[in-house]
């Protein structure tokens, strides 16, 4: 039995690696590409280790090309609208698990209803409502409408009607408002579920491609994954710039994964069996 047992894990041991290289390969690539000297290509994988490498791609990047405002840009979208959707799904979601009211298991099926919804479907009459609204070109039609959505609310509801009653009554007993049950018992104790849902948010508003694409219409208001395509040429593509600006996009996401893999990994688990 032991033998079977060791046999077992060493080929899953295999299997998992093989996949890992499979999944990262990509990525590898992607990051030798970008450290390649212009001119020069990668055909094959020995090529790795006989190209000489230079930083001089990511100088002249940042140096000659927009990526820097596109980066900032990408910023303060994400963590603007983190912030705002935090805020607002941690207040709603307060109000339908732990506040008595006629109506809210009705709310609470509107927002499982928008799960149902793709955001494609929307996107024609949310275009028409910021353009009525000014707001094409701006921030605000930038943030706005990427903090309306029903996944992080609904994460959260499941997390606060698992919190005691008992704590709240005793802070309205003390005559406390709700604003004092929000701030001095919900809060504290929901700090697993404000990291996760901060986690998903950031990273769906740094990789949010098609609004963007639609909303901003002037260089000074890209992010970078639709200012990312502008390196491509009309009959031929440069693949150094392009990839090396990708690395430059995607090193956030890396950072923030291996900070926070256990959060997001809890995040995945919370979203798929309460959700």
């Known amino acids: 039995m032991k033998t079977k047992a060791v046999i077992g894990k060493v080929v899953l041991t295999v299997i998992s690696v093989i996949l890992a290289l499979i999944f990262i390969a990509p990525l590898i690539w992607s990051l030798a590409v970008s450290f390649q000297i212009e001119g020069k290509q990668i055909v ?5 280790f006989k190209l000489p490498y230079t930083i001089h791609n990511y100088i002249d990047i940042i140096k000659t090309s927009a990526v820097p405002i596109w980066t900032i840009n990408s910023l303060v979208i994400a963590v603007v609208s983190t912030a705002l959707t935090v805020i607002l799904s941690s207040m709603a979601a307060y109000a339908i698990a732990k506040i008595k009211f006629k109506g809210r298991n009705l709310i609470f099926f509107y927002f499982l209803l928008g799960l149902l919804v793709p955001g494609e479907a929307t996107i024609v009459p949310l ?3 910021a353009n009525n609204l000014n707001m094409i070109d701006t921030y ?7 903090i ?3 996944m992080n609310m609904i994460i959260m509801v499941s997390f606060f009607k698992g919190l005691p009653n008992e704590l709240i009554e005793a802070v309205r007993i003390d005559g406390g408002g709700e604003l004092a049950v929000f701030f001095r018992i919900i809060l504290p104790l ?9 986690i998903f948010a950031f990273i769906g508003s740094w990789n949010n491609y098609l609004w963007p694409l639609l909303c901003a219409m002037s260089q000074s208001k890209f992010t970078l994954p639709i200012g990312i395509p502008t390196f491509a040429g009309t009959y031929t593509i440069d693949y150094v710039k392009p990839l090396t600006a990708g690395m430059v996009a995607s090193l956030p ?3 923030l994964f291996l900070i926070f893999e256990r959060h997001i990994v ?3 688990t919370m979203s798929g069996i309460k959700g």
């Open 148 to 150: 309306a959505g029903s």
């Open 190 to 198: 929901s700090k697993a579920v404000i990291s996760t849902v901060c």
């Open 266 to 268: 809890e995040g995945v």
């Open 44 to 48: 094959s994988v020995w090529d790795w």
């Open 140 to 146: 605000a039609g930038l943030i706005l409408p990427s």
């Open 127 to 129: 275009f028409i409502t």
């Open 253 to 255: 996401m890396i950072i």
